[in-house]
């Protein structure tokens, strides 16, 4: 099996990319102004 150079394990490689959409989908929240018909959704990784 291939894994790249930089993880050790499979597992690890699957942490990291977790971690890399985790990253990409926060949003800090007290920057944006909702209006009244807006929707906060969570979503779990």
């Known amino acids: 099996m291939f894994y790249s150079r930089r993880f050790d394990s499979w597992d690890e490689l699957i942490q ?3 971690e890399a959409i985790e990253a990409c989908l926060e949003v800090d929240m007290k920057k944006i102004e909702l209006k009244p018909k ?4 969570e979503l779990a990784v």
């Open 38 to 41: 807006d929707k906060v959704l």
């Open 16 to 18: 990291n990319i977790y």
